[in-house]
């Protein structure tokens, strides 16, 4: 039985989450420090270091978890769409319109090299556990015979989410993500030419 003292109070990791959002979009990288969070959390150093080893880690599940209720929402709104380009489409809109990732995009754009070393590795390991978002809809796209059958789930996520992200982060002049039907014209064109 553990001792009452050391029961950690509930939300104590969200806390530090919030908190080190607070700092990261107030200070940026380079300014903000462990301690700080834990000050703005009301944590202790110890209590923080219990939940992240060092601040790579929490900034990573910063920037993760500043996007958990973009991607919650996101799900039903791409699973309510049509076939597969409609649901790449729809996400792409959805992007553009409430811009996750912003607080990174955003950090990564006015400190490179602060991002570089903090995010770095971290960020490589968040693409792959983003692509599984679209296993579910790449196999509907299977079963519905939109796609290959021998198509390869886990390589055709990333390939979408690739997409999305270009789409997304580097607008062009072939596609006005401005316009739904541009958006999706564009989609269905080279996405789907590109997995039948």
């Not at 900034?59 to 791409?78: G, I, M, P, R, Y």
């Not at 979408?160 to 064109?189: K, M, N, W």
Request: proline residues 5%.
């Amino acid at each position: 039985m553990s001792d009452p003292a050391e029961v950690e109070p509930v939300g104590t990791r969200d806390r530090l989450l919030a908190a080190a959002e607070t700092c990261l979009r107030r200070d940026g990288i380079r300014r903000t420090t462990m301690v700080e969070i834990a000050n703005e959390a009301g944590v202790s150093r110890a209590g923080l270091y219990k939940h992240f080893p060092d601040k790579a880690a929490l900034v990573v599940a910063t920037l993760a978890h500043t996007d958990e209720a973009f991607w919650a929402d996101a799900t039903t709104k791409v699973a309510a769409a049509d076939g597969l380009a409609a649901r790449v489409a729809t996400a792409v809109l959805i992007a553009v319109e409430h811009q996750p990732g912003a607080l990174l995009l955003r950090l990564q754009d006015e400190e490179p090299d602060a991002f570089a070393a903090t995010v770095g590795s971290g960020l490589k390991a968040m693409v792959p556990g983003m692509t599984p978002f679209w296993h579910p809809f790449i196999d509907e796209a299977k079963a519905a015979g939109e796609v290959r059958a021998d198509l390869d789930t886990a390589r055709a996520a990333e390939w979408v989410l690739r997409l999305v992200l270009s789409l997304v982060t580097i607008p062009g002049e072939s596609v006005d993500l401005a316009e739904p039907a541009s958006v999706h014209a564009f989609v269905d064109e080279f996405l789907l030419a590109g997995l039948r």
